[in-house]
């Protein structure tokens, strides 16, 4: 794949990844004068990329230490960019090739990896996904925080496709999880799938429509639904296996995927 690593000079946690990435002059970065989540269609400033990694801050009311990963798009209203119902292109393995890169270069900090469901702008028509630091000014400016997202977007890049474990992944959707994915993380770090799109449970009721776009907007077919069950309520869960049962989509409990993939 060809990668365009996208930054803001609005962001500061943006600026501080792209000035680390400097160091690798071999990749493909930006700084571009727009916020990254309203910098829609960027891909066709850049039409020589197939894979965008947007590289950001993230900003949250929990004043946590955070290295993050997910896919844009809006499940319901576009409300900080993009466009209503509408989400980005994605992949599977990327995301969880990245998110394993992620996890190894940031094991001696003291930051929290965590991935999050699929959220915010921009649109556009490439896969893509976002890496963030979190979650205020003092990490967002963190000289070591930029230096391991830096390291891992290197390294993912280089590695991706010489990542022989990558062809015994299965690509599944996630669905039913709060915004922070503890129990995705687990099965996106330690099992055989292949994680992409995350519907939260905040976007419930979900509709059939919903779980399409997820599907489709995944670059590998998705081979299954994997269900938050806890975070899900009775009636959402059985809203959700007859949509999956019309798609004909098999699905698994986050509780049932406990073997890590060996």
Not at 21 to 49: M, Q, R, T, V
């Amino acid at each position: 794949m060809n990668f365009i690593i996208i930054s803001s000079k609005q962001d500061t946690a943006g600026k501080n990844i792209f000035n680390k990435l400097k160091e690798y002059p071999e990749l493909n970065c930006h700084l571009i004068e727009e916020d990254s989540i309203y910098a829609e269609n960027i891909d066709k400033k850049f039409p020589a990329g197939n894979f965008f990694i947007f590289a950001t801050k993230h900003k949250s009311q929990e004043a946590r230490k955070t290295f993050s990963i997910h896919a844009p798009g809006n499940f319901k209203k576009a409300e900080l960019g993009g466009q209503d119902s509408k989400i980005c292109f994605t992949s599977s393995l990327f995301l969880k090739h990245l998110f394993q890169v992620l996890n190894q270069e940031a094991k001696n900090s003291d930051y929290e990896v965590t991935m999050e469901v699929t959220h915010h702008g921009p649109y556009l028509n490439k896969p893509c996904c976002f890496i963030e630091i979190g979650t205020t000014e003092k990490q967002w400016k963190d000289e070591e925080a930029g230096k391991i997202i830096a390291r891992t977007i290197k390294k993912a890049i280089n590695s991706f496709e010489s990542n022989k474990e990558k062809e015994k992944w299965k690509a599944a959707i996630g669905i039913g999880s709060p915004h922070y994915c503890p129990n995705f993380n687990k099965i996106q770090l330690n099992s055989e799938y292949a994680i992409s799109h995350i519907i939260p449970s905040y976007v419930f009721p979900i509709t059939l429509e919903t779980l399409k776009e997820a599907i489709e907007k995944t670059q590998e077919k998705v081979e299954i639904a994997i269900l938050d069950w806890k975070g899900m309520k009775g009636e959402e869960r059985q809203e959700t296996i007859k949509l999956l049962n019309q798609l004909n989509l098999p699905y698994k409990k986050t509780s049932d995927i406990e073997k890590p993939f060996l």
